[in-house]
């Protein structure tokens, strides 16, 4: 195929580059009053102005060009219809068939994987209806009031974070808590916090092999043993999600308590298979599905919508031009709602972990760059922090804002803040603010010459600098569902323009192998001098700390 950086697209967007680099979008906005409207789209209940980015129409014409010539058309049909486009590992992508209500099959390797899918949502459905209404007790008795579940990574930020956002929705018929890291104080202070005669484990690790995971829920057995539970009892209080039926058997799971879920859903892709459990127990199943509901609209939206309307595309390819043109390195997401706080922590794993990558697809290592960093965090909190890099700093950093227009419980007076801070800020990088007008601020303040043109120096805002807005009437399930699908598709076409595999994910196993091996160390299982001097030293202090005295 041809490379990303030899198109006739990259060559004439790198002359756009160049000569939109003297305009500034303040120019843009003046001399086309029309620039808001055109640079808008609305669809599954978001509204997104990217209207302060720095493109004209023929930019934005050449990177759907450049997205089309890349092939996004071709492997959005691949991945929509199964084929095994996660080729390091030979796997289909099939999350979208974990929200397919289109009644169409999904076919792979032969055979209609829908039938099992839809069953799971029954198995999820009816679970959380028997917790709910009290038809399953513990042990003694006792209905379920607490869920604890545990997992990590995909198995652990999307249920987490999707719950969180959708507090408005919990219901009160149990509290949920997340634990994901080895770190033991935190399985400790939730075990602490709950009586395990009406607690439930929710074990879920798609590969049934992930180290936190299985000693959290090793450390949780013991704690329900040591507590008073028996083996038997044990079927009642624990029950897992996972690909990996006959090792979750072997640890000791009844069957029955096993949620199935595919070698074809990735684990950052997994948070509509049953790793989606505590989001159902936490708000009810009809809120879990809401969500489903919801990115299958964005799916329909995204297969269906032409480039130039079309959300995910719009999204990937201004990153691509930031990326690729303008060496932009992060890219900052700033949800103005603080339930939706944990979205940046959220797409950071599904876009870092997906794009983060430097082979191409056909094995050549890329010269050109691939995924940024992805941070961020609620605001308006940012504003009285980290904003002032993003205003004055010398790096380009794009930045989406997020603001629900209604929030449960509205103080219109805080809301009106909220919203007044968010918009205030997306005009304020744009804009920015000039030498002469930090200057003319600053007459008759009884400064010197010199001292006035330093200062107003100091002040100058360059502005010109990258938004987009997404706006919303509230974070409901389905507007919640349709945003993280929104995402999901922006990797899924920035990894094809770069020519990765956006659905492996080989960097995280180095440190697990070695993580392994210097426990290994710790434990004095094997020779300090197997490793090198620094990791002896810092083992060497760890056995030192922890002798037995
Ligand atoms: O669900 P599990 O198999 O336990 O995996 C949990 C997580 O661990 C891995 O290291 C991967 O980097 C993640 O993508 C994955 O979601």
Known sequence: MTDFTQQPAWEKLSGLAKSISDTHMRDWFNSDPSRADKMQVEA????????KNRVTDEVLGELFTLAKAQGVEAHREAMFSGEAINSTEG??????????????????????????????LDKIEAFTASIHSGEHKGYTGKVIKQIVAIGIGGSFLGPKIMTEALKPYTCDAVKVHFVANVDGCHIHDVLASVDHEETLIVMSSKSFSTQETLQNTLTAKAWFLGEGGKQEDIAKHFVAVS?????????????????????WVGGRYSLWSAIGLPISLALGFENFKGLLEGAHEMDKHFCTAPFESNLPVILATLGVWYRNFFDAQSHVLLPYYHYLRGLPAYVQQLDMESNGKQVTLEGNVVDWQTGPIIWGSEGTNGQHSFHQLIHQGTSVIPADFMLPLNVPNQND???????????????????????????????GKGLSEEARSALAQHKTMPGNKPSN????????????????????????????????NSFDQWGVELGKVL???????????????TFDASTQQLISRFRNANAPT
Not at 471 to 491: C, I, N, R, S, W
Not at 515 to 529: K, R, T, Y
């Open 91 to 120: 796997r289909a992508v099939l999350h979208t068939a974990l929200r397919n209500f289109s009644g169409k099959p999904v076919v792979v390797d032969g055979e209609d994987v829908m039938p099992e899918v839809l069953a799971t």
């Open 413 to 443: 007076t805080h809301h009106a803040m909220l919203a007044s801070n968010c918009f205030g800020q997306t005009q304020a990088l744009m804009q920015g603010k000039t030498f002469d007008e930090c200057y003319a601020d600053l007459e």
């Open 515 to 529: 993580g392994n091996q210097v426990l290994a160390g710790i434990q004095g299982e094997v020779e300090s001098d």
């Open 44 to 51: 599954c209940g978001l509204f997104v102005d990217y209207s």
């Open 469 to 500: 807005t997404i706006l919303f009437e509230k974070l409901d399930p389905q507007t919640l569902g349709a945003l993280v699908a929104m995402y999901e598709h922006k990797v899924f076409v920035q990894g094809v323009i770069w020519q990765v």
């Open 243 to 263: 690909s990996n039926v006959k090792a979750a058997t072997e640890f000791g799971i009844a069957e029955e308590n096993i949620f199935p879920m595919w070698d």
